[in-house]
């Protein structure tokens, strides 16, 4: 008895008579998918992320009122926000102030030493 790939493909058509259909349609589906053109890709203008990480920022905005400022005034209005952060901090007591350094201290050993403190 010998078998052919013929008989047994002639076969499988009988039995799926619309096989060549979803296989010239399968076939055409991905010919049409090799010939598109990528839409994935990023527009020609578009700069890189990289490009833009290593650029230099000269220019900033007043957290104020929003308004252009330069590199400079930036620098000295930040330096200005830091000075005036000390003027107001509110007075705590000395009782107070060595609670939270105790509990900060307590934080510290409880990282190192989970099992210590409950």
Partial sequence: MSFSL???SSLLM???PFLPHAMLAVGCALASM???PASALPPVDDLPEEVLRT???TEARSPLDGSPLTAAEYAELQ???ETRQDE???PVSRDIAEVI???YLRRAIRSVFP???P
């Fill in 55 to 57: 650029e230099i920022i």
């Fill in 115 to 117: 099992f210590l403190l």
């Fill in 6 to 8: 013929l008989s047994g």
């Fill in 88 to 90: 107001f901090r509110p």
């Fill in 34 to 36: 090799a010939i598109a």
């Fill in 79 to 81: 330096a200005e926000f």
């Fill in 101 to 103: 350094r105790l509990l």
């Fill in 14 to 16: 009988k039995r799926h």
